[in-house]
């Protein structure tokens, strides 16, 4: 029997303006710092600093104070707090303290919270604007933290991007998303294993009646307990045994409600969660799951605020015994443990962006390794959900450093009739298509939600032909596992724009090769005269302004050997499917 020669593929040549990049963030390469407005949340029509809430809330206070303790003057209050201390009538008590799991839990969860919320943070500084609508069309927001877009000129969500500080955000430099993601997505992780583990022994001791009201008397004690607070008369703290109502719903809606929904609305910012889920993702969009996920990335803030203010004012000594000692007295037994604690956490704070600064891809092989796999695992979800045309975004938001080059420049002089896509590398049949050619293929249309990177999305009517059309008439070798596509841009920091796909991904119904978009043809700003879509990743990762593909078994030689221009350059991951 004769056996069929492998095909033997010769270099693309577009390999050789390939860019290597620097392992460490460096500055002078970066996007220019960009600075931002006050935080802002429109009222109706009206802007509104939040920052106006510090004197209000300042000023509610003093009232809520004065008030409270003329309520405590009247017989019927009196009574009513007599009749409900504080504990709910009813609530069992707690026979084994603060045991060391839950002091050790307590700590890795201050740990992780603040890379979490550091980190989220930069995210949202990357699209600092919050919706409710899956459009993300300007003028929609509802929070922003950024200048209104700017009318009559070309305004990329890059362009949208601000610096926050280095000491809140990580690593605090304009446009760091793929690193914060890796802190991000990563801590959480630990976060949720911590969490796991945190429910078993909750529910494995008697721990769990801490926290879960077992009868309806937890809210007068909870409105007996806020009036003993706010007026300064402060309940007689029982913690070791039983929380009080106050305690018991905060801590029951920060761990049973609050921890769900960040995880939930983290999960369903995904595009190839939310586009494999029908209706349940169009409901759900990706935009409100934002404005979900803030509010309660807001909530998990005031309640630090608040529990680390209640610490100190209830009682120092007792509470750092409880949860830094495990005894119950008012010695100093647990303080130095609350201080060696208090200086890991100033430490890890501190050092957390000057580390992403200069070892970036270290962050992103240790995110890679920690969670690459399972971002693997969401790629293959299946991201079969399509929208309608009444659906299509009324704003598209453009992104991508443009092509500068003489040969694109002609291309689209003679309306790209001169245009070539080519394909080599690990194929039977290497090929040239011209862009007419491409056309006389078969034609498919797709009305999917765009998901970027920096955190907007869209919805826009797709018509091109398939990648397995593709595939059939090229045919890969069996050794190929990545197809590579080129661009005719370079990218940010000099170099050939490219990125790399699994192959299974390419054969995907959904997988196009774009030309049409919204039934007109590809514009030059979105990628003409063809791009890449591929439903269950980011957008980076859809290729515009195609000229290539290659096929090929591995794709360490290529750039940096991190599988993409912006893997390379900015430190994203190859798996982008979350």
Known sequence: MTKIPEPIASPEPLEASLTHADDRLRLSHWLPPQEGIAPRVRIGRRWVNVFWALPIAGAALMILIALAQSLRELPGVQAFIRQHPGIAQGAPSIDSGF????????????????????????????????????????????????????????????DD?????????????????????????????????????????????DQWRRLVPLTWGVFPAALSTAIQYASLNFPVDHSWTRYNGLQQLSYFTTVFIAAPVSIATGLMQSPAISNALGWFGRVFNRQAMRSVHFISFSWFVFFILAHGIMVFVTGIRENTNHMFAGVENKSWAGFPFFLLAMAILTAAWLLASPLTVRHA????????????????????????????????????????????????????????????????????????????????????????????????????????????????????????????????????????????????????????????????????????????????????????????????????HLGAGQGGYNEDHEFYGYRMPI
Not at 167 to 186: D, K, M
Request: hydrophobic fraction near 45%; proline fraction near 6%.
């Open 99 to 158: 045991p060391w799991w839950l002091q050790v839990q307590h700590f890795a969860n201050m740990l992780f919270m603040l890379f979490i919320i550091r980190a989220g943070l930069q995210i949202l500084a990357d699209h600092p604007r919050l919706y409710w609508k899956r459009d993300c069309t300007p003028g929609t927001d509802w929070f922003r933290f950024q200048k209104p877009v700017p009318q009559g000129r070309i305004w990329t969500s890059k």
């Open 361 to 556: 891809r270290l962050v992103q092989r240790t995110g890679a390794f920690m969670i690459g796999w399972l971002k693997g695992l969401a790629e293959r979800w299946d991201p079969h959900s399509e929208l309608t045309e009444k659906d299509i975004s009324p704003h598209f938001w453009a992104n991508g450093t443009m092509p500068s080059s003489e040969e694109y420049d002609g291309l689209v002089a003679d309306e790209f009739a001169s245009y070539r896509l080519r394909i080599s590398g690990l194929v039977e049949s290497p090929q040239e298509f011209s862009l007419a050619e491409l056309k006389a293929m078969p034609k498919q249309e797709q009305i999917p939600t765009h998901f970027c990177i920096q955190g907007w999305s869209g919805v826009a009517k797709w018509g091109g032909v398939p990648m397995r059309h593709i595939l059939e008439l090229v045919r890969p070798a069996p050794q190929a596992r990545y197809a590579v596509f080129y661009s005719l841009a370079d990218g940010a920091d000099g170099g050939r724009y490219y990125d790399v796909h699994q192959i299974h991904n390419m054969r995907h119904r959904l997988t196009l090769l774009a030309y049409e978009m919204n039934g007109a043809p590809l514009s030059v700003l979105h990628g003409a005269p063809l791009r890449l879509r591929c439903e269950n990743e980011l957008g980076f990762k859809m290729v515009k302004w195609v000229t290539a593909i290659e096929f090929v078994e591995d794709f360490a």
């Open 161 to 205: 991007s601000v610096t926050i500080p280095s000491w809140l955000g990580i690593p605090g430099v304009r446009h760091s998303i793929g690193l914060a993601r890796w802190w991000h997505f990563s801590i959480n992780f630990l976060w949720v294993i911590n969490g796991v583990i945190f429910y078993g022994l909750l529910f494995s001791t």
